[in-house]
């Protein structure tokens, strides 16, 4: 099972990733994958300089588009 952490720490939140978690919700939702990808939230990581962060198993994605993401969810 993949693990994806999306920081909802405030600077991430309001920079993107209220967006990104909705669309990584809609994307798991429509395409069938809750048992295959596990959605959480995670508090700040101290790298907001980077954010929006979003991690997929561990491996940090610095604001991600939604084209980038799209690509990362398909390769799982
Ligand atoms: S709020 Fe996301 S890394 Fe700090």
Known sequence: MAIIK???GSSCFVRGNDKTLAFLE???RRNNK????ELLGCR??????DGPTVFVDDKKYCH???EE???ILEAL
């Open 6 to 8: 999306v920081c909802l």
């Open 26 to 28: 809609d994307y798991i």
């Open 34 to 37: 809750n048992a295959t990808i």
């Open 44 to 49: 700040c990581t101290n790298s907001c300089q």
């Open 64 to 66: 991600p588009t939604q």
């Open 69 to 71: 993401l799209l690509r």
